[in-house]
């Protein structure tokens, strides 16, 4: 379906031509003698009116009871120009098949707006919503964007493994691989009744992978690294997990993941990278979504495309952590959490720092003390903090972290063993400080908090086809 709303000149090019479209109906209106009929595709947000007079070639064919929300049609006619005040054209019809019917009691989108807690429930329904079909086309934007930004800048896309053995972030938030084998594998009896069984109604299970631990990746970044010492700039973009049993509107069990790694970089190139991506696909979406985005500006958030134009056009403000716990012990506001050098931001200080002190302009946090951080961070010449950034942004919160990599192998190592972590484990990660060691720096992105900000989407969600939330793994 072409934009009849938002488009260019809104379908009057189509005026006189003969089409045939394909789509769902979202609501249908019987007149004596002219039947109106929204029809959506989710090619874009506006519905065409499809009008079928009692004298149209087929009427007599279709069953006007079968033309109900939910039902799949095929439409063929003429686009004419409408008299209606929503829209410059619709479609006379001159031949209606209803493919497939939909029960109008049991179908669960009715023409009321859903909220959107009901709407999690019906996670394979939803995308037939204006919202839901919003969020994806946007989201979609935004993942070619990314692909486009990065390609444009001669990075090279990386696919990390999903399995491994490695935990990037030290902080054991991992969930584990487990093998299901068959009895005829070498696997132990099962008894547990839950885990679905062979056709020979038995199992065997082994609690690991073909006899070896691993994990689902918290991150690729590790295995960035590696390409990114021998191919120069790389990114990764794939989904990542975190067993962690946080349920916020900003944390999933499974999320996409955006992680570039530049090799000869620094933390400043690091920063600067993180901004012109930033920008490049705030700005993709601002030019290419416009009718999805006025549609959120209308109904998510108000105010939403001048807060991301700013963004597009504003610099980010950058501070130091030490700068930001001033700034927060400075604060005449009172946190639940304390403030003090040393101790990690809450998201009620993000929040303070993002919204009230700079006014909604990202801001990046950089040189954090070390024992807050993870492992593979540059160690600062204060000895003290590292080379780390976090950019902020109202709302979402932490949207990117990142950090220069420790490529000096002593001082990498001395890490590791003050954070009692296996060296041997790392055996392969050390080897990149070994052999042609480089100074890289790289970030990870949240597509999913990037679709929040992108949308004004509350909930992380809703930014995701299916969420994977702790006890939510349904659909
Ligand atoms: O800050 P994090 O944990 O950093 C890393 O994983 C690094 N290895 C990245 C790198 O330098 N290559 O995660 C990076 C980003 C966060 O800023 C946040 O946007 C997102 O990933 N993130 C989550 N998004 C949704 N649900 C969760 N549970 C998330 N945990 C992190
Ligand atoms: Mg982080």
């Known amino acids: 379906i072409f934009d009849v709303k938002g488009g260019e000149d809104e379908g009057v090019e189509w005026i006189g031509k003969e089409i045939v479209i394909r789509g769902w109906v979202r609501t249908c209106r019987v007149q004596s003698s002219v039947t109106f009929i929204e029809v959506n595709d989710g090619s874009c947000l506006s519905n065409m009116q499809c009008v079928m007079s009692s004298d149209a070639e087929g009427y007599s064919e279709v069953e006007i009871a079968d ?55 019906t996670a394979h329904l939803r995308p037939r919503t204006n919202t839901f079909g919003a969020v994806t086309r946007v989201r ?76 689902l990746t918290v991150s690729g970044q590790l295995n960035a690294e590696s390409y990114a010492t021998a191919l120069s700039d790389v990114y990764t973009f794939g989904p990542t997990f975190r067993a962690e049993n946080s349920n916020t509107s900003r944390h999933l069990a499974e999320f996409w993941m955006i992680e570039p790694e530049l090799a000869f970089a620094d933390l400043n190139d690091d920063m600067a990278c993180a901004t012109a991506y930033l920008q490049y696909v705030v700005n993709y979406v601002l030019q290419n979504c416009k009718e999805d985005m006025e549609f959120f500006d209308a109904w998510i958030e108000k105010g939403i495309i001048n807060r991301l134009t ?19 012990c400075r604060a005449k506001k009172k946190f639940e959490f304390p403030v003090k050098w040393g101790l990690d931001l809450q998201s009620e200080h993000e929040r303070y720092i993002t919204e009230e002190v700079y006014a909604g302009q990202p801001v990046i946090i950089r040189d954090y003390p070390k024992e807050i951080k993870a492992f593979y961070m540059r160690l600062n010449d204060d000895g003290k903090t590292v080379a780390a950034m976090d950019l902020l942004v109202p709302h979402v919160g932490e949207l990117i972290g990142g950090s220069q990599r420790e490529e000096r192998l002593e001082l990498l190592e001395s890490r590791l063993d003050e954070l009692k972590l296996n060296k041997d484990s790392y055996w392969w990660y050390l080897d990149l400080r070994r052999f042609g060691s480089v100074p890289h720096a790289g970030f990870g992105l949240g597509f999913e908090r990037l679709v929040q900000f992108a949308t004004g989407m509350d909930n992380i969600r809703d930014a995701i086809p299916f969420p994977r939330t702790p006890g939510s793994a349904e659909f």
């Open 67 to 121: 033309i109900t929300t939910g039902a799949s049609v095929l439409v063929e006619g003429i686009v004419v120009s409408s008299q209606g005040a929503k829209q410059k054209v619709e479609l006379k019809v001159a031949r209606l098949n209803v493919i497939g019917k939909s029960d109008p009691l049991a179908y669960p989108i009715q023409k009321k707006r859903a909220s959107r807690e009901f709407l999690r429930t």
């Open 140 to 215: 979609n934007a935004l993942a070619y964007a990314t692909h486009k930004f990065f390609q444009e800048n001669g990075f090279v896309w990386i696919s990390s493994p999903i399995i491994t053995a490695s935990d990037c972030e030290g902080a054991g938030e991992q969930f584990c691989v487990t093998t299901l084998l068959s009895k005829t594998g070498d696997g132990t009896e099962c008894s547990v009744s839950s885990i679905p069984t062979s056709v020979d109604g038995t199992i065997d299970w082994s609690q690991d992978f073909f006899g070896k631990p691993a994990f």
């Open 310 to 328: 700013d963004v597009v056009e504003k610099d980010f403000v950058q501070l130091t952590y030490s700068d930001a716990v001033e700034i927060l």
